[in-house]
């Protein structure tokens, strides 16, 4: 009953499906919520064994902050705010999604204000998501 952990499971290590969220041919979202950009895609996830349908990445670029404990503060502040905030995201319809966040600001920021832009950003996430699945096209499969 680890509804809060994050393991192996969690973590999108594949390099190609790495390749294929920052590819500009397939249909991969990107949204903004300062400081952090996300960037989510469903496509392609069907093919893999999915044993958790959630998996993301974390990347803070070294252009946008120098120093490695810096980068490494704001990646267990990113990683913080979307292990609590994933429980309620995984009962909205995000199933099979593949996310990376992406760190865009300057220097380091307080947890509050990136909570706050995973808070939105997984909202945003999961508005396209339910757009994808909705009865019209489920009805439109059966015929």
């Known amino acids: 009953m680890k509804t809060y ?9 594949s390099q190609t499906a790495i390749d294929r969220l920052f590819s500009q041919a397939n249909g991969c979202r990107s949204a903004l919520a300062y400081p952090l950009r996300a960037v989510w895609s469903a496509e392609g996830v069907r093919r893999r064994e999915a ?13 946008k902050v120098r120093k490695a404990v810096d980068r490494v503060l704001m990646r267990r502040r990113i990683r913080e705010a979307y ?44 508005v396209p998501a339910a757009e994808t699945h909705s009865p019209d096209d489920a009805a439109a499969g059966q015929q």
Do not use: N
């Open 51 to 63: 044993d958790e349908p959630l998996k993301f990445m974390i990347s803070v670029p070294k252009k």
């Open 5 to 13: 952990g994050l393991g192996k499971s969690h973590k999108l290590c």
């Open 83 to 126: 292990r609590l905030r994933r429980p309620a995201a995984a009962t909205e319809p995000l199933a099979a999604t593949d996310i990376v966040f992406v760190y865009v600001a300057q220097g380091t920021e307080p947890y509050a204000r990136v909570d706050g832009a995973m808070k939105r950003l997984l909202k945003k996430i999961a």
